[in-house]
């Protein structure tokens, strides 16, 4: 299986700033087909997570452009600035490249 | 909008099974796969398997093989994942999640818990 490696395993931030989580992948996430299928969740205290970036760099629908995703290969970094209080939570990122699936094992994000 | 809305908490007896339900809504539902994943605090999220509801064709993590199985509905738009010879370890919140390469709509999830 490939696994998923996120740094830093917490965070701390203060509303209005900037962050950055890395996210390395055991093997590249390159498929046969030539997309990239690293994705970016968040979960919420008491939710279940939310898709926030697909296949390296795309917004899902509704996400604010204040969340980006970058990378290639083996290396993925989920870039947040302006940091509000809905940002809060645990972000985990996921590839869907192989099979099985796999995450990370997140990123918890708090307020300084 | 897209729904998934998970059965109610379940309290089970190690050695049984038990039976997951997501109902799905706002979106054609045979038209996209779903999947189930499993979350714990050791072991963060797992992914089980993956449905295709209008074939009914399956695919699971070997992990999960032969410990769940995965159907579904199409007449109620509903999806089921069927836990058996539970152990202390089955003890997890599942999730539906539909999607292919990712998971781009969750259901709010089932504790499950597993105790004599």
């Known amino acids: 299986d490939v696994v998923m490696t996120q740094t830093p395993v917490s965070l701390s931030v203060s509303l209005g700033g900037q962050v950055s989580i890395s996210c390395r992948s055991s093997?590249?996430?390159?498929?046969?087909?030539?997309?990239?299928?690293l994705s970016w969740y968040l979960q919420k205290p008491g939710q279940s997570p939310q898709l926030l970036i697909y296949?390296?760099?795309n917004r899902f629908s509704g996400i604010s452009d204040r969340f980006s995703g970058s990378g290639s290969g083996t290396d993925f970094t989920l870039k947040i600035s302006r940091v509000e209080p809905d940002d809060l939570g645990v972000y985990y990122c996921?590839?869907?490249?192989?099979?099985?699936?796999?995450f990370g094992a997140g990123t918890k994000l708090e307020l300084k | 909008q897209v729904q998934l809305q998970q059965s109610g908490a379940e309290l089970v007896k190690p050695g049984t099974s038990v039976k997951l339900s997501c109902k799905a809504s706002?979106?054609?539902?045979?038209?996209?796969?779903m999947n189930w994943i499993k979350q714990t605090t050791g072991q963060g999220l797992e992914w089980i398997g993956i449905?295709?509801?209008?074939?009914?064709?399956?695919s699971y993590n070997v992990k999960f093989k032969g410990k769940a199985t995965l159907t579904v509905d199409k007449s109620s738009s509903t999806a089921f994942m069927q836990l058996s010879s539970l152990t202390p370890e089955d003890s997890a919140v599942y999730y539906c999640?539909?999607?292919?390469?990712?998971?781009?709509?969750w259901g709010q999830g089932v504790m499950v818990t597993v105790s004599s």
């Open positions: 999640a539909m999607g292919g390469r990712r998971f781009d709509y």
């Open positions: 706002g979106y054609t539902f045979t038209s996209n796969h």
């Open positions: 449905i295709n509801p209008g074939s009914g064709g399956t």
């Open positions: 093997q590249s996430l390159v498929h046969n087909n030539g997309n990239t299928y």
């Open positions: 296949k390296v760099s």
């Open positions: 996921g590839q869907g490249t192989q099979y099985p699936p796999t």
